[in-house]
């Protein structure tokens, strides 16, 4: 995170920049429990921030201003929504630019515009100088995005309900992954709508967390569940093909992250994981690592959402 404070002729210290890297998340678990009245579907699911970043570059403006080399319709724009409604919140009088630098794949089930969202909230709350809390920010974000809390309160944590349940928890294990993304576009709303079967078993997230941290990956591969994987492979049978394929070319474990197509394969090492990416075609492919807890997002990889 880059802050550039200069200090006004009236003596009150305004940003001038700052320069936040929203990253992507992996689900190494998702359990849809029920339908709730409200339309949306009550989850439990354990979410892992990655290395993969969007580039957020706050500026000032009098007016909110989104600018990006990646066209997103306004109304689609989770980015213009948070400024918006953080503005409206506050009664704040000014607005901002921001220049959105995009890596994350779209449609992918990475959360990379939750993740702009939260960034966005958490970015104005101190280009703003608005003071708001964690807790306060949540709130905001679940009006735009179930994922945007999770964000705000990364970069690993246990969420419940649509979103709004976040528990952090403790993940020092330094994991390498092969990112996999088809050509197809998923839509979460559809994912959702079209789940056959719902399911009352849980997973216990002390032993998954346990498992985890002692990449005890045979322990892991008996509770790595999607239950949104069925629907989409059901559409899309690549995401099983790949799936396969990582397995065959190393990946110690495999699954699809949130409503997909996106895949991830845990891998030994960068070099076996970057072998792997050779042999999977055209689609898009990328090697990161995991986020761990230790950082607390302070290792200068990423920005603090708060």
Same mark, same amino acid.
């Given at each position: 995170?880059?802050?550039?404070?200069?200090?006004?002729?009236?003596?009150?210290?305004?940003? +001038?920049?700052?320069?936040? =890297?929203?990253?992507?998340?992996?689900?190494?678990? $998702?359990?849809?429990?029920?339908?709730?009245?409200?339309?949306?579907?009550?989850?439990? @699911?354990?979410?892992? &921030?990655?290395? +993969?970043?969007?580039?957020? $570059?706050?500026?000032?403006?009098? @007016?909110?201003?989104?600018?990006?080399?990646?066209?997103?319709?306004?109304?689609? *724009? /989770?980015?213009? =929504?948070?400024?918006? /409604? +953080?503005?409206?919140?506050?009664?704040?009088?000014?607005?901002? =630019?921001?220049?959105?630098?995009?890596?994350?794949?779209?449609?992918?089930? +990475?959360?990379?515009?939750?993740?702009?969202?939260?960034?966005?909230?958490?970015?104005?709350?101190?280009?703003? *100088?608005?003071?708001?809390?964690?807790?306060?920010?949540?709130?905001?974000? #679940?009006?735009?995005?179930?994922?945007?809390?999770?964000? /705000?309160?990364?970069?690993?944590?246990?969420?419940?309900?649509?979103?709004?349940?976040?528990?952090?928890?403790?993940?020092?294990?330094?994991?390498?992954?092969?990112?996999?993304?088809?050509?197809?576009?998923?839509?979460?709303?559809?994912?959702?709508?079209?789940?056959?079967?719902? @399911?009352?078993?849980?997973?216990?997230?002390?032993?998954? &967390?346990?498992? $985890?941290?002692?990449?005890?990956?045979? &322990?892991?591969?008996?509770?790595? *569940?999607?239950? #949104?994987?069925?629907?989409?492979?059901?559409?899309?049978?690549?995401?099983?093909?790949?799936?396969?394929?990582? #397995?065959?070319?190393?990946?110690?474990?495999?699954?699809?992250?949130?409503?997909?197509?996106?895949?991830?394969?845990?891998?030994?090492?960068?070099?076996?994981? $970057?072998?792997?990416?050779?042999?999977?075609?055209?689609?898009? &492919?990328?090697?990161?690592?995991?986020?761990?807890?230790?950082? *607390?997002?302070?290792?200068?990889?990423?920005?603090?959402?708060?």
């Amino acid at each position: 995170m880059k802050i550039l404070s200069p200090v006004s002729p009236m003596g009150r210290r305004r940003h +001038l920049s700052l320069h936040l =890297k929203a990253p992507a998340k992996i689900n190494w678990f $998702l359990t849809v429990l029920r339908k709730r009245k409200d339309g949306y579907h009550d989850i439990e @699911t354990l979410m892992q &921030c990655i290395g +993969l970043y969007d580039g957020l $570059l706050f500026s000032y403006s009098d @007016t909110i201003e989104v600018v990006s080399d990646f066209d997103i319709p306004i109304e689609d *724009n /989770l980015i213009y =929504k948070a400024a918006f /409604l +953080l503005k409206k919140h506050t009664s704040y009088r000014k607005g901002v =630019k921001i220049a959105l630098q995009k890596n994350i794949p779209v449609s992918a089930g +990475l959360g990379g515009g939750s993740s702009d969202a939260a960034y966005t909230l958490s970015g104005l709350n101190k280009f703003w *100088n608005l003071s708001l809390s964690k807790n306060e920010l949540s709130k905001l974000g #679940l009006e735009i995005g179930s994922d945007v809390p999770f964000f /705000l309160n990364g970069p690993s944590a246990f969420v419940e309900g649509r979103g709004e349940n976040v528990t952090p928890v403790h993940i020092n294990s330094c994991i390498v992954f092969l990112l996999i993304k088809p050509p197809v576009p998923v839509s979460t709303g559809w994912a959702y709508q079209n789940i056959e079967k719902l @399911t009352k078993r849980t997973i216990d997230i002390k032993l998954f &967390c346990q498992a $985890l941290n002692n990449k005890d990956f045979a &322990c892991l591969s008996g509770m790595l *569940n999607n239950d #949104l994987e069925g629907v989409v492979i059901k559409r899309y049978p690549v995401v099983q093909e790949i799936k396969k394929k990582l #397995l065959e070319k190393g990946a110690i474990i495999s699954a699809m992250s949130g409503s997909g197509p996106a895949v991830f394969g845990v891998f030994e090492s960068e070099e076996k994981a $970057l072998s792997a990416a050779k042999e999977m075609g055209s689609n898009w &492919c990328k090697v990161v690592r995991c986020v761990g807890a230790s950082t *607390n997002g302070k290792s200068g990889d990423f920005g603090s959402p708060i």
